[in-house]
């Protein structure tokens, strides 16, 4: 089995290889196939095989044996890919391309289990690692999913707001690191629901320029003029999630009707189908300059069980390591943080998981490096069982085994004595 070379766009084209096979025709390669060599493009989607991209082959990974050509990965799902590369016994060299590569695996070092870094230390190390902040400005959500836990927790009657001080904690710690990747707004509220919405928009949006703010939406309170006070506020992306009930089947034609609905109320809206599985449907949409997805899926195949607290058929054992409180910060309207977004503070069978409140410590970074979260990372970071709640069960975020990932985990994260 072949090492992985993580390697700079820059290194790659200065290689002397005459050719390099790309993994995937994602938007990444898409947008960056003419800047390296590149012979082929690999893609699990059958369709593709034998078609062209830009004159590029596009080739099914069972053809890679008639292909020796160094493998370059980037985007998403590489841990996966790798999986598949060590199953199909390849003897190609893979290199990660690092600028590109959306995983946090290839960041992971020891450092995210260790005490002693010192500001300035974990301050690099969050921005490094860090992909998504989520928080909530309020509490209020208009539906009660039977998928959700809302579904039992009252979301409705009395809408709690984020202390301003909390806010101002994390931008100005974000701010401090010039903080360049998402911040969410979702959590279990529903972010239109209440004009705060746009005000914390605007606020992020002058301290964090370049960064990607996102929302989730169910749609009820989406319109052309919501819409664009959101975009004119600063929000730049949005996933319409078009929940069916709960014995509805799931149907193109009915997940059809729900987002006509919805592109009714929002002429300035423009849809087209872009995904359709037996459990998920999806719209690319275009308004202005804003990523949007519109999509259905059917969480009685798809669905989780949310930290053990809403019923799923889709329950595991689970093996795979979870990198999410490693790349990901989960901070609800109290301040209260969480290790994943299946996880909520407000629900008293879940809340011995809160890892602390961000109105404890000096700094949001203090807190990312806290004892509570040192603990869940070192719990998380391997193969093997998770014997404990509410991770045992879970598989959200999950990863499949290849020995290329668990000799790298192992190699980056085993701590030395300091």
Known sequence: ?????????????????????????????????????????????????????????????????????????????????????????????????????????????????????????????????????????????????????????????????????????????????????????????????????????????????????????????LTDATLSKAYESGLNSLNIQLYLPQHQPFEYTYVQGLAEKTLKKTPSLKATLSQKTDDWIEFACTFKTMHIRMYARDFRKNGNPRGDIIPSPSLSNRSSPCFLPFSDLYIDHTGDAVPCCNIRSDDPKQRAYVLGNIQEYETIFDMYFSKNFLSWRERLWSFGPKTFPPCKSCHFASIDFSHYIDNHLKKKMVITKE
């Open 1 to 221: 089995m072949n090492a992985i070379t993580s390697v700079t766009h820059q290194e790659l084209q200065q290689r002397n290889d005459t050719s390099l096979l790309a993994w995937g025709l994602s938007k990444t390669t898409k947008t960056h196939w003419n800047t390296l060599p590149i012979r082929a493009i690999v893609d699990n989607n059958p369709k593709l095989t034998g078609t062209f991209f830009q004159n590029i082959p596009i080739i099914s990974p069972a053809q890679l044996h008639q292909w020796p050509d160094p493998i370059v990965l980037w985007g998403g799902h590489l841990e996966n890919i790798l999986a598949k590369i060590e199953s199909l016994g390849l003897a190609n060299e893979i290199l990660i391309h690092q600028e590109l590569t959306k995983s946090p695996l290839f960041a992971l070092s020891q450092h995210y289990l260790s005490p002693n870094n010192n500001l300035q230390q974990k301050m690099h190390l969050f921005k490094k690692m860090v992909r998504l902040v989520e928080l909530e400005p309020h509490s209020y959500c208009n539906r009660t999913c039977w998928f959700c836990p809302n579904s039992y927790l009252d979301r409705r009657s009395n809408t709690k707001f984020m202390d301003e001080s909390i806010l101002q904690k994390l931008i100005h710690g974000l701010a401090e690191i010039n903080y360049d990747q998402t911040i969410s707004f979702t959590r279990y509220s529903e972010p239109f629901g209440n004009d705060v919405f746009y005000s914390t928009l605007k606020k992020i949006r002058s301290s964090l320029p370049q960064a990607t703010l996102h929302a989730n939406t169910n749609g009820d309170f």
